[in-house]
């Protein structure tokens, strides 16, 4: 079984950086893609950036291109979403997603999910 545990939220201030890990355990990263989505009160679940576990290949959607960065360290089990120059409006909890199957941002294709952490960005 997948377990996935979201860390690293908080407030910051707008233009601000922060780094969110994802902890996996039950599957090795090699197995499945990873996504990040996103949720702000009432909006749907948005995808910021996806890697595929195999090979590093990353996907983003223009809204967070050139400011959000997805990484991964395979021994460590672990998947991280950098995010720079942050705006209120990036203001969400943020969730990491697993799937076994391609990279994508649709929140459907995904398999399993983590409890979410808070980012606000705020002045």
């Known amino acids: 079984q997948v377990h996935l545990a979201e860390s690293g939220g908080g407030l910051v201030q707008p233009g601000g950086s922060l780094r969110l890990s994802c902890s996996v355990s039950?599957?090795?990263?090699?197995?499945?893609?990873f996504g990040w989505f996103r949720q702000a009160p009432g909006k749907e679940r948005e995808g910021v950036g996806c890697?595929?576990?195999?090979?590093?290949?990353?996907d983003y959607p223009d809204s967070v291109q050139g400011r959000f960065t997805i990484s991964k360290d395979n021994d460590a089990n672990m998947v991280y979403l950098q995010m720079t120059s942050l705006k209120p409006e990036d203001t969400a909890v943020y969730y990491c997603?697993?799937?076994?199957?391609?990279?994508?941002?649709?929140?459907?294709?995904?398999?399993?999910w983590g409890q979410g952490t808070q980012v606000t960005v705020s002045s």
């Open positions: 890697i595929r576990g195999s090979t590093g290949v990353t």
């Open positions: 997603a697993a799937v076994w199957g391609p990279c994508g941002l649709r929140a459907s294709m995904y398999d399993d």
């Open positions: 039950g599957v090795t990263l090699d197995y499945r893609a």
